[in-house]
């Protein structure tokens, strides 16, 4: 995880390749990622669109290379601070929205 500073918003961080992302059943199962947390204890977590933040049986661990292999438009995703959610409308979109969580 890439670490820099940001004014206002304290450190901020950038998901890289070989970063362990808990995605939801639904993205495992190949749903595109349509929001992203950064937990306020700097686990990254993937979800589509449609479902609620956790569902019975857990989320699995992943590296981020894999969701990046399946779906390149993750690259944009910026970098966020802790207990931020960032969020896209379209699944090939690159335009995320930055919301404190």
Same mark, same amino acid.
């Given at each position: 995880m890439t670490? /820099?500073? +940001? &004014?206002?918003c304290g450190p901020v961080y950038?998901?890289?390749p070989d970063e362990p992302v808990f $995605? #939801? &059943? %639904? $993205?495992?199962?190949?749903q595109? @990622?349509?929001?992203v947390h950064l937990d306020e204890d700097g686990d990254w977590q993937a979800f589509s669109g449609t479902e609620p933040r956790w569902w019975k049986g857990g989320?699995?661990? @992943? +590296? =981020? =290379?894999h969701l990046l292999e399946s779906d390149p438009s993750m690259a944009a995703l910026p970098a966020l601070p802790l207990n931020h *959610?960032? !969020? %896209? /409308?379209? =699944? #090939? #979109? !690159? =335009? *995320?929205? @930055?919301f404190r969580g």
């Open positions: 670490v /820099e500073s +940001h &004014k206002d950038t998901l890289s $995605v #939801s &059943k %639904r $993205v495992r199962r190949g595109p @990622v349509m929001s989320p699995r661990l @992943v +590296h =981020a =290379a *959610w960032a !969020t %896209r /409308e379209d =699944a #090939s #979109s !690159t =335009a *995320w929205q @930055v």
